[in-house]
């Protein structure tokens, strides 16, 4: 187990944004993540029977982000509470 993953706490929460494969979603979360100051840490991609995951971490202020993009599951932000009911707000405006 690398390091970094030690960090995250136990108690996330999560919000499905939408599909995995909507472009102007994506795009969208990268401009509000920007907005953010978000410091993009790492990124992690597997490839498990037909579906596709990649998983990227972020840190904003002193909370961290993890973007979840799964095929079948969706685009999904996971983190503290707070943070992810900003970012879905900001998604849905």
Excluded: C
Aim: charged share 25%; net charge neutral.
């Amino acid at each position: 187990m690398d390091d970094y993953q030690i960090m995250w706490p136990f108690n996330q929460n999560r919000v499905l944004l939408g599909e995995e494969n909507d472009d102007a979603l994506l795009e969208k979360l990268g401009s509000i993540l920007e907005s953010m100051n978000a410091t993009h840490i790492k990124s992690k991609q597997y490839v498990v029977g037909s579906q596709d995951i990649s998983i990227d971490f972020f840190k904003i202020g002193r909370h961290r982000l993890k973007v979840i993009n799964e095929t079948y599951a969706g685009l999904i932000i996971k983190g503290h509470k707070h943070l992810i009911s900003v970012v879905a707000q900001k998604i849905k405006e």
